[in-house]
């Protein structure tokens, strides 16, 4: 066959074969942090124990960390010894072999630099725990503390979590309504699409903190018939107005990443565009914005403790009366782990959510 | 009086004119095939029919019933006229069943009990029954179609609009589809349908209507449009087909 100008007939050189490269000078720098995060554990664990007056438990958990910041030993060892086989086999002139020695040895290098880094950055924290003396610990971390202050604080951090869910509850239904009300089409409706433009952009751009000042503060002045209530209720009411204006965002920008397809395909089909919103727009938008919901849903619990400002009893106010009583910021680290612990699952739990409707589709 | 009139229309984009005067009646049980290159205005063309696109001139009349401009119910036009997209265009949070009974319930008001007995025996027709309860990211594009043409057939229109419904799928998936499309025109459903298929075209189409650059440059029956084009514009298209291993 004649060459044709599209196949090139001069074929390309074999090129040289590449050396191993080194794995010493790795494994070196693994076992130099190894040693420094055994150190440094070495350190916390015996300043855990004196802290702790050599209690049982804390020497225990000294011992067991210890063992552990042994570990990228191992790694480090293994990675010596590829080394070594990496010389012989050179010198034996095995080039391939030697590659594939020296690729796994600088592979053991990088675990056991990682493991060390850990264990530094682990141990750094624990001594940072017991800096200045136990310092450090007893101004954050007193168990005494959260024994007296904890019945009180659990108390009152049931008032953010129910405060939290009823107002995510109406957040859903009025965020729901302010992306609709952005979304409506043609003249009439306007003027309904410019009040909830309004309404969003005022809401975005006052800080929580002032609405539940505003709210709280001045609708019994305003109204005095509503001095008797409950102030948690316009705390509620507060917050509900601002998470709204965010939260109508994640909506609109949920609504509009479903493709003009399936609206015309719903269209078509003869549905109205309020059909076509509540039967095909909305159920897809709200599955893509989950997760963005719960950023903001996150969100909205940490700032129930706003309402700490308005003299409401919830568990950042406690934690503060308590702090100031003892004269020690346990109780406030305290309210800080109550906060992390609802929250962490809730995380997961959408994670799970959204994997189930991805493989629900999917058909597995 | 024809059974669909379209009649003069005008359809642009901003500056950007896509139809520019289309006319043409589709009797009653008539099949009639758009073909043309991509952007020559078909699927502009069956978008509008279905008021899917304003159109800016021109009037579109179904049983002598005017279908464009102020005050036509759209709904209502929909109902008649059913449309089938190029890519599939079915709804990923609902199952195959669901999808098929959504208009019958909505817009039709039929009982729960009657659209899904309506659209088993439909799916049952496209051998898609044991799919009912799948979720349209399940099926293979061949499948996903099938369901498409029988969510529109659902409603019972007199009229369907098929855009390229051919042209997302793997080659070895468009016999089933063409198939059923085979079956409703030999059943007598007035059709309206744009096509790359010009083997399937000749076979099935009363009438070919030609479309290039916004206009119907040439019409007539199949055989005649296939075997001798009038039109130089007509010729080179059909040239570059049959090179391409199309027809």
Partial sequence: ?364 | MAFLEIDNVHKSYGRHEVLKGVSLNVERHEVVCLIGASGSGKSTLLRCVNALEEIQEGTIRIEGDTVTGAGVDLNALRRDVGIVFQSYNLFPHMSVLENVMLAPIRVAGVSKSEARERAMKLLDSVGMEDKAPSYPDMLSGGQQQRVAIVRALAMQPRVMLLDEITAALDPELVGDVLEIVRELAHGGLTMLLATHEMGFAKEVASQVCFLDAGQILERGPAEQIFEEPREPRTQQFLSRVVKSGRL
């Fill in chain 1, 1 to 364: 066959m004649t060459s044709s100008s599209l196949v090139n007939e001069e074929l390309q050189p074999t090129p040289t074969p590449s050396q191993p490269r080194p794995v010493s000078g790795l494994a070196a720098v693994g076992l130099v942090l190894a040693v420094i995060g055994i150190a440094m554990t070495v350190t916390a664990a015996l300043r855990l124990r004196d802290y702790n007056d050599n209690g049982v438990i804390s020497t225990i958990l000294g011992i067991i960390f210890v063992v552990c910041s042994l570990y990228p030993l191992w790694p480090t060892f293994r990675a010596f010894q590829h080394g070594a086989r990496r010389t012989a086999l050179l010198k034996d002139d095995q080039l391939v072999p030697a590659r594939r020695v020296a690729a796994a040895g600088r592979e053991e290098a990088q675990i056991a630099m990682g493991y060390a880094a850990g264990v530094v950055i682990l141990s750094g924290i624990l001594l940072a725990a017991f800096a200045n003396d136990g310092g450090v610990a007893h101004t954050f971390f007193t168990a005494d503390a959260w024994r007296q202050s904890f019945p009180e604080m659990i108390r009152a951090f049931w008032t953010n979590i129910w405060v939290a869910v009823v107002a995510q509850v109406l957040v859903l239904i009025f965020g729901l309504l302010l992306a609709i009300m952005r979304m409506l089409p043609g003249r009439a409706g306007a003027p309904l699409r410019m009040v909830a433009l309004v309404y969003c952009d005022i809401f975005r751009a006052i800080p929580a903190i002032v609405t539940i000042l505003l709210i709280v503060f001045g609708t019994p002045l305003a109204f005095p018939t509503t001095a008797k209530w409950d102030p948690v209720w316009l705390g509620i009411v507060a917050l509900t107005m601002t998470y709204s204006a965010y939260v109508a965002e994640v909506y609109r920008a949920g609504l509009a990443s479903i493709h003009p397809s399936q609206s015309a395909a719903a269209r078509s089909l003869g549905l109205s565009y309020t059909q076509t919103l509540r039967t095909v727009l909305v159920p897809q938008a709200v599955r893509r914005v989950i997760p963005p919901l719960l950023n903001d849903f996150i969100s909205l619990q940490k700032d129930t403790a706003l309402l700490s400002t308005a003299a409401i009893a919830e568990v950042v106010l406690t934690s503060s009366l308590w702090q100031s009583q003892l004269f020690n910021l346990s109780p406030v680290t305290l309210a800080a782990a109550f906060f992390i612990i609802i929250t962490i699952p809730q995380a997961r739990f959408v994670d799970y959510l959204i994997d189930r409707d991805a493989a629900r589709r999917a058909g597995k």
